[in-house]
């Protein structure tokens, strides 16, 4: 598979991935609360996987590949709180951690779109990975209020969102400029 499919491809599974994620963070009520938490292990190991697909593609060292290599990184630690017991503090210590390691990595990836020359290309790039930047640092924000004992489910599914969207504008422009 040829680099451009190869990143396509990635960015798509991450793109379902966080939709996956945040239905499973969304409180549904015809949902059960282990269909929620299948979605979002399989939506966190999917991103995961879009990640470390996306920055294979990359064959220069640069942002852009750190960026989604810390993406990756964080997502895999989202799923071992997953895994863990999720009512643990180790569960959401790992959850918080995992969201800021995503923010990072799309920071450093935003970084790398604002080194490239403007175009309409970047600005999918700039505007994909601002948005997800916005939604797993709220994420993180609200795993930590919740961590205090303070309710903050809303702000983590405002949060899931947001990042949803930014990947499926990433996917898109990825899509559209290969």
Known sequence: MDNQTKAVLGSW???IGTILAATGSTPFKS????????????????QGTGNALIA???????LNKVGNQIQAVGNSTVVAG?????????????????????????SASLGDAFEQTPSEEQLYNI?????QVIGNSLQAVSGAQEL????????????????????VISAIGQTKYP
């Open 13 to 15: 599974i991450q793109a």
């Open 31 to 46: 949902l059960s609360d282990e269909l929620k938490n299948a979605l979002n292990l399989i939506g966190n190991v999917m």
């Open 56 to 62: 294979d593609t990359v064959e220069t060292f640069n």
């Open 82 to 106: 997953i895994l863990i017991d999720s009512n643990s503090r180790i569960s959401q210590i790992l959850n918080i951690d995992g969201n800021w390691l995503q923010a990072l990595g799309g």
């Open 127 to 131: 505007y994909g990975n601002l948005l």
């Open 148 to 167: 205090k004992g303070k309710e903050a489910q809303n702000l983590n599914v405002v949060g899931s969102w947001i990042q949803a969207v930014g990947s």
